[in-house]
């Protein structure tokens, strides 16, 4: 199945603003990401996940159709603003990503929909509300796909990772497999990928390629094998230049040795 990536700009949906957003009123500051205490636990793997995500599906966020953020608000109750969920990752197609940010939260009865993918990764303290109360308010809002990403491996959501999809109101549990290398993936049928789990760390499969999108870790090795080379080329290059200098006194000294024979075989 193709991912929903659209040409820019195609089958948006227009933003309807209703009025201006009384801040004052609200019980947290919108532009300020509420963080859990043990937030360090999640903050690599939220980080890599959206960047993933963003090479992928947002062009790096210069797509006017489609929103890609982590750790902002989706608010969920048109008479009361303060009702509100935060995922740790989420994404929607085919919406003015344009005119949401200066908003500051996300509103799906003026955005034209709920998002269609939402993610959040295990720490200890937010393990519970993921588990038990997030579904329900997600599919009570209508996001197609929710996730669950547990870097630990399942200490804190049971498992490593897991997906649902949306289905007469409630998450449908999409299949898994583990590869020989003990890599998990599980098939997104909304992005058209698979979200994998590997050794705690998470990586993007496209199985029409059959192959990994580079993640932190690969551009980490790259980096490396980079340096590596270089240092490699640079040991090469020193002893080879060490070669000619060696060669080269050993021709002074021949030359030098030469010219004291011919001397001492000079008539008086």
């Known amino acids: 199945m193709t991912s929903p990536k659209t040409p820019s700009g195609a089958n948006m949906l227009p933003y309807r603003q209703q009025g201006e957003i009384d801040y004052a009123c609200l019980e947290f500051a919108p532009d300020v990401k509420e963080m859990p205490p043990d ?30 953020d982590d750790g902002t608000f989706i608010c969920y109750d048109p008479g009361n ?14 919406v003015d990503a344009v005119a949401i940010r200066p ?25 519970s509300v993921d588990i038990r109360r997030k579904p329900d308010i997600y599919a009570r809002i209508g996001v197609r796909e929710f996730w669950r990403f547990d870097p630990t491996g399942g200490r804190y959501h049971r498992q490593p990772i897991w997906a649902g999809e949306l289905v007469d109101g409630e998450y449908r549990e999409l299949p898994q497999t583990r590869e020989p290398d003990g890599i998990l993936k599980v ?42 080379q270089r240092d490699a080329a640079r040991e090469e290059r020193d002893a080879a230049q060490a070669e000619v200098e060696r060669l080269q006194e050993l021709l ?16 008086c």
């Open 39 to 68: 937030h360090m636990e999640q903050s690599r793997e939220i980080r890599e996940i959206t960047g993933l995500l963003a090479a992928r599906f947002t062009e790096f966020h210069t797509r006017p159709d489609v929103f890609l």
């Open 81 to 94: 603003l303060n009702v509100r969920i935060t995922p740790d990752v989420y994404l929607a197609f085919g």
């Open 103 to 127: 908003r500051k939260i996300y509103l799906p009865w003026e955005v034209g929909k709920p998002p269609d993918f939402a993610l959040e990764v295990a720490s200890e303290s937010t393990a």
């Open 187 to 228: 098939y997104s049928p909304l992005l058209g990928i698979s979200l994998c789990w590997d050794d705690s760390w998470p990586r993007v499969y496209d199985p029409s390629t059959q192959t990994y999108d580079r993640n932190w870790r690969a551009e980490q090795a790259y980096a490396i094998a980079v340096r590596d």
């Open 252 to 267: 002074r000294r021949r030359n030098v040795e030469e010219s004291e024979t011919e001397g001492d075989a000079t008539p």
